[in-house]
């Protein structure tokens, strides 16, 4: 998403998370239009947004890096939303485009709902295809399939579908959204409601997981991509920003190890950039930090300490492989890393 | 002090703490024409201000309950400062005011510097004798001692007296304004060096208390009073609300026990109040929370646990004997007490 509804949304009752206004899907049989294409569509993210950080997880994963490339936006929006300040001259270099924005505009004049991350855009037209950041991960993983590459971990497996839906909606409401419920609370009983709920929701996936290494069946599927791309800004962002402070994830011996696992496994961790995290929610969410100061912590350090969660079992890629190093270019800064 | 300033300093360049205008002493000899006596002086406290808080322990501490009277301002102050609006009809009982900037008003119309806590309060005139929070308690320890109880402890012995002023100048510049300086920081570079400095003196103290069970000596004195109260409001509201948060106390071993057996030491911690502290800080700083909201972390359960610290040895009250138990009607709600 794009955080922009952060802002947005202040000040209202109650903070209510945009639905998706675009919503093609590209797929293997192109009914919508937007046929899966090797080299086609870019990937438009931010590293700083758990929404968009799903996609980037899931890529490298599978391999598309080849397919599909991506385009990083800077942590900081301004009142344009997302935009390529840290591409050479401030522009895309594929879409050639300064602001996210334009291609929404190109697709739809003055677009509804606003601008977010992750967006596919079609590169031939320029026009956004969609920003519908519930669907674009589970189509990488389905409907992308002839393009990914040997070894991809079948992230979205048929048979165990319901549970790994069942297991995302709950994390959905009470975790990855819970959060920023909690946050841009402007009453008490709002925030009370949504922090507490976070960590009712939090004691039950750390029961789950105390003894397996992973939500559902015994490999990493879309259910753990999600659950990560909000413990890892735990700490960093939600833990005080966002005022989800019962305990820091590093004080939940099962979470934590369970999210160092994770970071520690190809694909997670390179994905991470703490920097552009702590930014972007610290300078760009005025109305609940209002000078922009940048906390100096937390120490990021132990993300790389062990975590024992071998010993749980476990086949991280099921009867895949890990992903290569990561592409030259798209290299995070050693944050915690050796 | 009031934090009132706090408010007041937010938006300059770099937050300075005031100078208290009003440093009249209350002494053994009466030099200022203000004798110690029992009976004739009130002190006004916020449960919620570390500066009024090393007063609350020292009272208690050594056994000034009877001979000074406390009156305690409800945690959130409006455009007039601190109020008692604990108290019934809002008044407070003895002195018969609503705003303590009542007694500031009589003593000099206009008073600079604003209304703060801790204050000494002369009531038979209702004027305000000193708001001077670097000296009040000294002067508990060293001139009421014709008051104090049986077995009251030597709080500022002459032979440590230069060891114990030189710790608490470090502690003042680095812990416990520093972490005011880092809150109330407008620019990144200003709160960095405070923040940093806030740890740079805790990871220092904590090398020093790693082997002796207080700050000084053998037993506890003024300086273990001012580090103990930034310490156990640091996970509480500076961590969060004042970005001071490389790492929760609760993860630095030495000082989180030796706040710990402070905390359980009669006179410290059945005086703090943390709903009074919490409410305080998050409600009253809009210029860094505007919503107002009160976290409900941090899990205070933890400051009943076990220490170990008895076994570093030291005499907590030297010669001397714990307090009795707290006054009637002077208790606070047990936070983490059994």
């Given at each position: 998403m794009g955080d922009t509804e952060g802002n947005r949304a202040y000040g209202r009752k109650s903070f209510k998370r945009s639905k998706s206004h675009f919503t093609d899907r590209v797929t293997a049989d192109g009914r919508d239009g937007w046929p899966v294409e090797s080299g086609r569509y870019r990937l438009v993210v931010s590293r700083a947004c758990p929404w968009a950080s799903r996609a980037v997880i899931s890529r490298r994963l599978l391999g598309l890096e080849d397919a599909l490339s991506m385009a990083i936006a800077d942590p900081i929006q301004d009142d344009r939303s997302w935009r390529f300040r840290l591409d050479p001259g401030g522009r895309d270099p594929v879409l050639g485009i300064?602001?996210?924005?334009?291609?929404?505009?190109?697709?739809?004049?003055?677009?509804?709902?606003?601008?977010?991350?992750?967006?596919?855009?079609?590169?031939?037209?320029?026009?956004?295809?969609?920003?519908?950041?519930?669907?674009?991960?589970?189509?990488?993983a389905t409907e992308w399939t002839a393009l990914h590459r040997e070894g991809a971990p079948d992230l979205y497996p048929v048979p165990l579908r319901d549970e790994i839906d069942e297991v995302m909606a709950e994390v959905y409401e009470d975790v990855n959204n819970g959060v920023y419920r909690a946050g841009f609370a402007t009453e008490q009983v709002e925030y009370t409601?949504?922090?507490?709920?976070?960590?009712?929701?939090?004691?039950?996936l750390s029961d789950r997981l105390a003894e397996r290494r992973y939500l559902v069946g015994d490999t990493i599927t879309e259910a753990d991509i999600r659950l990560f791309t909000t413990l890892v800004r735990f700490d960093a962002v939600y833990h005080g920003h966002f005022k989800c402070n019962r305990w820091k994830l590093t004080e939940n011996?099962?979470?934590?190890?369970?999210?160092?696992?994770?970071?520690?496994?190809?694909?997670?961790?390179?994905?991470?950039d703490f920097d552009h995290i702590k930014r972007h929610y610290y300078q760009v969410h005025e109305g609940i930090n209002p000078t922009g100061i940048v906390p100096l912590g937390p120490d990021?350090?132990?993300?790389?300490?062990?975590?024992?969660?071998?010993?749980?079992?476990?086949?991280?890629?099921?009867?895949?492989?890990?992903?290569?190093?990561?592409r030259s270019g798209e290299e995070v800064p050693a944050a915690g890393r050796p």
């Open positions: 300064r602001y996210l924005g334009e291609a929404y505009e190109a697709r739809e004049p003055d677009p509804p709902g606003g601008v977010s991350v992750p967006a596919i855009v079609d590169v031939p037209t320029g026009r956004l295809v969609t920003n519908d950041y519930q669907q674009i991960t589970l189509d990488l409601a949504a922090c507490a709920g976070v960590f009712r929701r939090l004691e039950l011996q099962v979470l934590w190890a369970y999210a160092r696992d994770l970071y520690q496994t190809p694909g997670f961790g390179d994905t991470v990021l350090s132990g993300w790389l300490t062990s975590h024992g969660r071998e010993e749980l079992g476990g086949r991280p890629f099921g009867e895949g492989s890990p992903p290569g190093p990561v």
